[in-house]
Nanobody, 124 residues
Framework: QVQLVESGGGLVQPGGSQRLSCAAS????????MGWYRQAPGKERELVAT???????NYADSVKGRFTISRDNPKNAVYLQMNSLKPEDTAVYYC??????????????????WGQGTLVTVSS
């Protein structure tokens, strides 16, 4: 079964740091774009950061300079290092990826695959 599994959420104080991890499992053969999105209570899901297979990154203006996205290709993983956290960063954070599972002769693409989400609460 192909899936994305996030970890690392929790309660953190304002100004603190947190690192989220997301690993893809299953017979993964190719992962292109990976990213993090978040959804705060009562709000739409929004882009936080994305990273391409070539390590090109893109960030939401609200997190630039505070968050860093990275990936470990051999581990099929993507990370989000969050520093200088603010209460407005409180949200469920979701991992998202475009990936291929299976061999070169028998494969399936999963575009925009979502993880189950991990809650980050920034509060004193």
């Amino acid at each position: 079964q192909v899936q994305l599994v996030e970890s690392g959420g929790g309660l953190v104080q304002p100004g603190g740091s947190q690192r989220l991890s997301c690993a893809a499992s299953g017979s993964i053969s190719i992962i292109n774009r990976m990213g993090w999105y978040r959804q705060a209570p009562g709000k739409e899901r929004e882009l936080v950061a994305t990273i391409t297979s070539g390590a090109g990154t893109n960030y939401a203006d609200s997190v630039k300079g505070r968050f860093t996205i990275s990936r470990d290709n051999p581990k099929n993983a993507v990370y989000l290092q969050m520093n200088s956290l603010k209460p407005e960063d409180t949200a469920v954070y979701y991992c998202n990826a475009d990936l291929r599972a299976g061999s070169d002769y028998d494969y399936k693409w999963y575009l925009g695959l979502w993880g189950q989400g991990t809650l980050v609460t920034v509060s004193s």
